[in-house]
C-alpha cells in the first residue's frame, strides 16, 4: 500500500466484532485496538451502572475522548492498517467530525440473533444499548459527508468467511490476506478489561465459527425491542455485501 489505513469496525454489542479484531491482528501490516471509545461512553451516561466490569474499565482506559483521539486514534500510525474495534453506541456525547479522517466498516446483525445473547449480560437492553438506530444514524452521518460505509452482515461473514473479507478488503483498499481466516486460541494483549465477561467464545475459537441459528424460543420480555430492531437492520441489510 502506498499510505496507511484508519479503518474504524463499528458495530453493536454481541457481534462477531471481537472475532474480527482477531482476524486482522493476524496480518502482519496490522495493529488492533479494542473498543478506544468505551471508557468515554461510560463515563458519559448510565451505562457503567450496568455492564459488567464497567470500573475496571474506566480504570486502564482513558475516559477524555479528545485524548483517545489525538494519542490514538489519529495520532501517527504505527502499522500501514490501524484497526479499530469500535461500537456505534460509543459515539455519543462527542463531535463525530474525525470520522471524516478515517476509513469507516459497519458491523450488523440480526436481532433475532443478537438480542437473546446480549442479555445474557444485560438483562433488560434498550435501543440504545443494542445500537440499531445509532448504526442507521452513522451511516446516514456517512453518506451525507461523502463516505460510501462498507457494510458487512455477521451471518454473511460466518458462511463465507473469505468471500466476504476479501469484498471487506477491497472495498476499503488493502489487500487480502488469508492469515486473517484463523488465529490462535486464547486471549490477545490488545483485549479490552472487559473481555473476561464478552470475549470467552471467542478465546475457544481459532477461526470463525459456522453460522448456527437460534433453536431456542425468542424471549418474550425482548420482543418490543425486537419489532423496533428489525426494521433498522433490513434496511442496512439492503446495503450489505
Known amino acids: 500500500m502506498d499510505q496507511f489505513v484508519r479503518l474504524n469496525v463499528w458495530s453493536g454489542p454481541r ?12 496480518r502482519s501490516d496490522t495493529t488492533v485496538v479494542d473498543e478506544p471509545l468505551y ?5 458519559t451516561t448510565d451505562a457503567d451502572e450496568y455492564h459488567p466490569l464497567a470500573e475496571e474499565t474506566l480504570k486502564t482506559q482513558s475516559a477524555d475522548y479528545l485524548e483517545v483521539l ?3 486514534m489519529l495520532a501517527p500510525p504505527v502499522a500501514p492498517v490501524m484497526f479499530f474495534k469500535q461500537m456505534t453506541h460509543h459515539l455519543v456525547n462527542l463531535p463525530w467530525d474525525f470520522l471524516q479522517e478515517m476509513t469507516n466498516v459497519i458491523l450488523i446483525r440480526d436481532p433475532v440473533d443478537m438480542l437473546p445473547s446480549y442479555a445474557h449480560q444485560v438483562s433488560m437492553p434498550s435501543m440504545h ?7 442507521v444514524k452513522l451511516y446516514d452521518y456517512l453518506s451525507q459527508h461523502g463516505q460510501k460505509p462498507c457494510i458487512i452482515d455477521s451471518k454473511r461473514v460466518l458462511q ?7 469484498k471487506m478488503c477491497e472495498v476499503v483498499g488493502i489487500p487480502f490476506d488469508p492469515a486473517m481466516l484463523s488465529w490462535p486460541a486464547g486471549a490477545r494483549p490488545e483485549d479490552g478489561a472487559w473481555a473476561p465477561a464478552w470475549y470467552d467464545s471467542v478465546h475457544r475459537s481459532t477461526g470463525f465459527m459456522k453460522y448456527k441459528p437460534k433453536t431456542t424460543p425468542f424471549p418474550e420480555h425482548l420482543k418490543p425491542l425486537l419489532a423496533e430492531c428489525q426494521p433498522l437492520y433490513d434496511q442496512l441489510l439492503q446495503l450489505a455485501i
Do not use: W
Open 129 to 135: 444499548d443494542v445500537g440499531y438506530a445509532a448504526n
Open 15 to 26: 457481534n462477531i466484532s471481537t472475532a474480527l479484531m482477531y482476524s486482522f491482528a493476524q
Open 160 to 166: 463465507n468467511p473469505e468471500g466476504v473479507l476479501s
Open 39 to 43: 471508557a468515554h461512553y461510560l463515563s
Open 70 to 72: 489525538q494519542e490514538i
